[in-house]
């Protein structure tokens, strides 16, 4: 057997697995996005401050740059946070004028608006702006860069911020999966709770179909279980019938062994011991054929199922044929004149091997009653639609009013010299039905003997 799993760990686990990874992208994604909104929106105040300080700039009356700091511009971005600001402003190319003079510029400035780019000053990280412009006297304009920066604690602050929300609303949102998953497993299972208690309640022989409403997931399961125990049903039955039958059968043939054999210790000549030990040995022989019957008997009551039984397509001629071959010595020894006729192929839907014996149950009847001298003909009659198979002779036949007795299970003729179960004909009526077909019992040509016929359906 398998190890058993738990089908609630499976889905929980596969569950957080996928969540895992999708978190993690939608994380990295989330990360990502907010340090680009907080890099825009400091951005913006960067610019704004390079702007208010770009505006303060003027130029002297020697033509040299002079700038009044607006304070003000720069505490718009202290106000952030713990960050600290740095800015510079430059003349013309090379020329230094005010500020922190190893605060990088990004020189590749130019035109309208400002630029940014992340960088390193005094050890820490620093988003720098720079902003060109030029200031004029009227006559000349004299060109000029802005630049500030400020570390960058505010807006990693605020990325982090954002991402640990993300991972936390995330995290609540797997676990309330993990718990959704958890309930509905439960809930979806108890079906299979209830069902398991129904089959645990029944008695052992209790194989009726189980009638629980399970979710139609389920149902083929449960329907091929049902199925299963009529099989069971059947088999169990077939068993029952046997040991009952054989108990009850073989009781009678036993005992005739015990005297035989008590007479024969008892036997004071060898004439009296040889006549004991062949009674004993014909009452064997009965035994073994009531054995042997009533096993058949219990495979056919077993096959009650009938798309159990592999129905083929089958020659019922050929083996007709044959099974009269194997029994013409036996006939012989009886004092019968065995005989076939009919053509063949004469091709039916049936199981070889139950049609074998269903044929010898017939013929062995025939060879067992019809008596010293007589005539038995096993034959194959086909027309149109059917194919017959017959078996007839021109012994004493039976009576018409015990033809309708003689097709129940264990009753007989009045034949109590010949070893017998009385299990023949019922199991050639049982096999015929297993594949559609009629036994009809009628008396053979002349109102004389007894003409077993079969009729299956032909298949071309
Ligand atoms: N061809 C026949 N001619 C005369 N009587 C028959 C013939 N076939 C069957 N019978 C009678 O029908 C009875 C029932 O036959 P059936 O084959 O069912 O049982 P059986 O032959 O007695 O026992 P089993 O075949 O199980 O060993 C027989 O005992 C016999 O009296
Ligand atoms: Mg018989």
Redesign the pocket.
Known sequence: MRAAYSLRRRLLFWLLISTAIIGMLALADTYREAVDTSNIVSDRVLAGSALAIAERVVVAEDGSLEVDIPYVALEMLTSAAQDRVFYRVDGPPGRFITGYQLLPVIKEAKGEGAVFADDKFQGEPIRVATLQRSASTGIRSVPFAVTVAETTLARRHLAQAILFRSALRLGFMIAGAAVIVWISVTVALRPLYNLRDAIGERSPDDLHPIEQSVPSEVQPLVDTVNSFMVRLQSALEALRNFTGNASHQLRTPLAIIRTQLALSARAGTLAEAQDSALKGDQAVAHAE??L??LLLMAKIDAATAKEALATSAMDVAAIAQEITGELIPAAAEAGIDLGFEGDGPAMIRAEPLLIGELLR??A???I???GKGAE?TVRIAQDGETVRLE?E?N????ASE?LEA??R?F?????SG???????????DEIANLFNAKLT?LPGAGGR??K?AVAFARVS
Do not use: F, H, W
């Open positions: 054929r009531i042997a019957q149950n017939l062995g009847n025939a067992a009653y019809a038995v078996v002779d012994g004493p036949g039976i015990k003689v097709r299970r009753s007989r003729g009045n034949e010949t070893p017998g179960a009385g299990l023949g004909l019922p199991i050639v019992l003997g007894l077993a």
